[in-house]
Structure formats: C-alpha cells, structure tokens
C-alpha cells in the first residue's frame, strides 16, 4: 500500500507542474504580439522577455496573471485557485508526516487517504485535459492570424 501512496502522490506532483507549464503556455499564446515579437498594449516587452518573466511565476503568480486574459472563464479561474493549496499538501504534509514517518493517522485510516489522493489525482487530470485543449485552440486562432 506505501507503494500505492507513493505513485499517487507523485503522480498529482507532477500534474501540478504539468499545469503549471500549461498556465505559462496559455499566458504566452494568449499575449498578442506585433510581426516585431513585442507585446501588444502597454508593455510593449520582447516575446522572449515575457516568457523569461513568467517563467519565475508561481503558479498561484499565473492565476492572477490569466484571470485578466479573456481565454479561461470565472470558473477555470476558481478552479485553478484550488491546485496550489492541494499540490502543497501532497507535497509537504503527506510526503513529511504520512509518508515518511509513517502516520497516516493524521489523515484517518489509509484507504480515506488513498481515496482522497486518487480523487486528487483525477481533477488535476481533468484540469490538465482543460488546459490542453485551450492551448490547442489558442495555437489554431494563432494559425489564422
């Protein structure tokens, strides 16, 4: 069963920075820029600039950044706010108290964790699904441009 904990947990670990990635993407596609790669608007940075600066972002940073981007609704927005908090337990309090020193009473008896680990699991996929497919749509509108 530790096995079990451990695949989950790093599975989730790894959706979250799949996301992560995904975020920067979508901020990236979705910034308008001129045939000069500069930004579209008030900052008129350098594509390059740009992606360097987002790539120093946590992914609570890109949230904020895309709620101003007209490509992800209020309620991918709230949505995504719940990725952080979650990865960070996964990735603090299961692997230091749980997993590591052995105490999934903290948590309740292993299979409520294990349950709460998959089902953990299946909405960071079913964000990252989300994701994807808006970044596809962001790379055909970009086709047509």
Same mark, same amino acid.
């Given at each position: 069963?530790?096995?079990?904990?451990?695949?989950?947990?790093?599975?989730?670990?790894?959706?979250?920075?799949?996301?992560?990635? %995904?975020?920067?993407?979508?901020? =990236?596609?979705?910034?308008?820029? #001129?045939?000069?790669?500069?930004?579209?608007?008030? /900052?008129?940075?350098? +594509? /390059?600039?740009?992606?360097?600066?987002?790539?120093?972002?946590?992914?609570? #940073? &890109?949230? @904020?950044?895309?709620?101003?981007?007209?490509? &992800?609704?209020? +309620? @991918? $927005?709230?949505?995504?706010?719940?990725?952080?908090?979650?990865? %960070?337990?996964?990735?603090?309090? =299961?692997?230091?108290?749980?997993?590591?020193? *052995?105490?999934?009473?903290?948590?309740?008896?292993?299979?409520?964790?294990?349950?709460?680990?998959?089902?953990?699991?299946?909405? =960071? %996929?079913? $964000?990252? *699904?989300?994701? $994807?497919?808006?970044?596809? *749509? &962001?790379?055909?509108?970009?086709?047509?441009?």
């Amino acid at each position: 069963m530790r096995q079990d904990f451990l695949l989950l947990a790093g599975s989730i670990i790894h959706l979250s920075q799949l996301i992560e990635h %995904n975020m920067r993407v979508i901020i =990236f596609l979705d910034t308008r820029l #001129d045939q000069k790669g500069r930004r579209l608007g008030k /900052d008129e940075a350098s +594509a /390059d600039e740009l992606f360097a600066s987002i790539q120093k972002c946590t992914l609570g #940073d &890109l949230v @904020d950044i895309a709620k101003d981007f007209d490509v &992800l609704s209020d +309620a @991918d $927005i709230k949505y995504l706010r719940t990725v952080t908090p979650k990865r %960070n337990k996964i990735a603090h309090s =299961f692997f230091k108290d749980a997993y590591l020193n *052995n105490r999934f009473e903290q948590y309740g008896e292993e299979q409520k964790m294990h349950r709460e680990l998959q089902e953990i699991e299946a909405e =960071f %996929n079913g $964000i990252q *699904n989300s994701l $994807i497919k808006i970044i596809e *749509n &962001l790379e055909r509108q970009g086709a047509r441009k």
